[in-house]
């Protein structure tokens, strides 16, 4: 994969870890996709944060997901709120609701469908997109 | 102290604000003192007469204070987010009714139009949402999240632009008849369906301004508020809701459960019902916000807000007149505040050409992950 075949321009924000995601970025990184699990009572969180909001322990794994899901919202972006986006666009933004981890829903798009194909339901799988660091993010393709 | 003990313990006697535009070289420690002098003269009181002060937007009140030379019994500051303008006049009707504070100074200062500020890039997390998952997908901006919230609305319930297009409309209208407001020029739904996409299926249309601004508000008790310049506007009920779990994305339920928490409380204790008010002022960030605003606030069934916004019911003359002064569409970005500014002049009979008529009482809310409402009236029944 290079970098032209990245679904958005460069120069936009790339993940910026924090003591929270770390994890998550760096299990991207490698090609897993995996999404914080609850060691008490197991229920899915994201984004990353220091507490289950089911039952509040502190506990928790990395816990590997399918890596499909059915899009629960989205959007056409076509105004540049980013320098990087000038001139680019129209563009889709996603809200996909993951198989296997509860609620858990994550903003990302789908990279091999037109800005206006994407519709509430479609059954979408993921996308390794390589980052010009190095690293992979995840991004979704039409199932 | 239980609700019904705070039904009117509080007022307004003065409000006031800057002009509303472009105002380069002004902080917003400039906006709001500015915009506190305009209230207290309306008020007929002197900075020294202030014993309560809460801030918003206007970054430190420790300097606020120390370039006003005033020494408060009572301080807070809330953060520069919409949803706290609501809920910062009730910590001050509070604050008076603990008897922290007799004469309680709220100043709101905004200088985002002067230096740029776009509400997307790296310092947007639209309060709790984590940004450095959203921004590497392009979604940079709280537009954003509110054309997903209405992509929703408009596939389990058939709402459309066209009907977004009519609180357009409406609010330019009023818009049209306020000599402050910074668009005046009234529009059509096709122009509404005309203007270019931002996110779509948001237009441009649907979209607040950004602009510089400062409003304040002079709060005090219904007992010393008897003595004012000007006829004293009651804080006849309030209330507040919020949906924090999970609040990362927009949420499923439109902010219905919190807005309906905060529309009861306030409700009961006003001891009104919604076909007693007069007008509405409903926080206008984007105009889906309005749509699920009066969802939430019971105005109308969930679901059927577009059809209900249809046929000028929120124009003046119609059923509920939405935001008599032009909103965040039309009139300035001021985060809530103008509105209430707003429910204070239409109570007080101050609006000339936009006045609802014997407006006795005024709703307003803003719906996000913290959700607020506050009835105002113009007597203490």
């Known amino acids: 994969?290079?970098?032209?075949?990245?679904?958005?321009?460069?120069?936009?924000?790339?993940?910026?870890?924090?003591?929270?995601?770390?994890?998550?970025?760096?299990?991207?990184?490698?090609?897993?996709?995996?999404?914080?699990r609850c060691s008490a009572c197991g229920h899915f969180r994201h984004t990353p944060m220091p507490t289950c909001p089911a039952c509040r322990s502190m506990d928790f794994t990395w816990a590997e997901v399918p890596g499909t899901g059915t899009v629960f919202s989205h959007t056409i972006a076509h105004h540049a709120t980013h320098p990087a986006l000038r001139g680019f666009?129209?563009?889709?933004?996603?809200?996909?609701?993951?198989?296997?981890?509860?609620?858990?829903?994550?903003?990302g798009n789908v990279v091999d469908v037109a800005a206006d194909e994407v519709h509430i339901g479609m059954k979408v799988v993921l996308h390794w997109e390589a980052t010009a660091e190095g690293g992979y993010l995840p991004r979704w393709r039409r199932a | 102290m239980g609700a019904h003990a705070m039904r009117n313990a509080a007022a307004v006697v003065g409000v006031g604000h800057t002009s509303f535009g472009r105002l380069p070289g002004q902080t917003p420690y400039d906006l709001g003192a500015w915009a506190l002098r305009e209230a207290l003269a309306d008020a007929g009181l002197k900075h020294t007469d202030i014993d309560g002060l809460i801030v918003s937007r206007v970054p430190d009140y420790q300097r606020f204070g120390e370039m006003l030379g005033i020494n408060p019994r009572y301080t807070a500051i809330t953060p520069g987010q919409g949803r706290m303008s609501g809920a910062s006049i009730q910590m001050a009707a509070m604050a008076i009714a603990a008897g922290m504070a007799n004469v309680v100074a709220l100043v709101y200062g905004n200088d985002g139009r002067s230096v740029g500020e776009k509400y997307g890039g790296e310092n947007d997390r639209y309060g709790g949402g984590d940004g450095g998952l959203w921004f590497p997908y392009g979604m940079t901006s709280p537009g954003a999240a509110h054309a997903i919230m209405f992509q929703r609305h408009a596939e389990l319930y058939g709402t459309t632009s066209e009907q977004m297009a009519a609180v357009s409309v409406a609010f330019r209208k009023h818009a049209s008849m306020t000599p402050h407001a910074v668009m005046r020029n009234p529009i059509t739904v096709e122009d509404h369906q005309n203007s270019r996409f931002i996110v779509e299926p948001l237009h441009l249309l649907d979209y607040c301004l950004i602009n510089d601004g400062g409003v304040a508000l002079i709060v005090t008790s219904a007992e010393r508020a008897r003595d004012m310049a000007k006829k004293p506007v009651y804080i006849r009920g309030f209330g507040q809701g919020t949906e924090l779990a999970g609040s990362n994305l927009p949420p499923d339920d439109f902010w219905h459960a919190p807005m309906a928490s905060a529309a009861k409380d306030c409700f009961r204790m006003a001891d009104v019902t919604h076909a007693d008010m007069d007008a509405l002022m409903v926080y206008d960030n984007f105009t889906p916000t309005v749509?699920?605003?009066?969802?939430?606030?019971?105005?109308?069934?969930?679901?059927?807000?577009?059809?209900?916004?249809?046929?000028?019911?929120?124009?003046?003359?119609?059923?509920?007149?939405?935001?008599?002064?032009?909103?965040?569409?039309?009139?300035?970005?001021?985060?809530?505040?103008?509105?209430?500014?707003?429910?204070?002049?239409?109570?007080?009979?101050?609006?000339?050409?936009?006045?609802?008529?014997?407006?006795?009482?005024?709703f307003y809310c803003c719906a996000a992950p913290l959700c607020t409402s506050i009835i105002y009236g113009s007597d203490a029944q």
């Open chain 1, 1 to 36: 994969m290079t970098a032209s075949s990245a679904y958005l321009p460069p120069g936009l924000p790339t993940p910026a870890a924090d003591l929270d995601d770390l994890g998550f970025w760096e299990h991207c990184n490698r090609r897993e996709l995996r999404i914080q």
């Open chain 1, 89 to 107: 666009g129209p563009y889709n933004i996603v809200v996909v609701l993951l198989d296997g981890a509860d609620d858990v829903r994550m903003v």
């Open chain 2, 291 to 362: 749509l699920f605003s009066l969802e939430g606030a019971g105005f109308c069934p969930i679901g059927e807000s577009g059809r209900w916004v249809q046929g000028g019911r929120l124009e003046l003359g119609g059923e509920f007149p939405t935001n008599t002064s032009g909103g965040h569409l039309s009139e300035s970005y001021m985060q809530g505040w103008a509105l209430n500014v707003e429910a204070v002049r239409q109570l007080r009979g101050e609006t000339g050409q936009r006045q609802v008529k014997d407006a006795k009482l005024v």
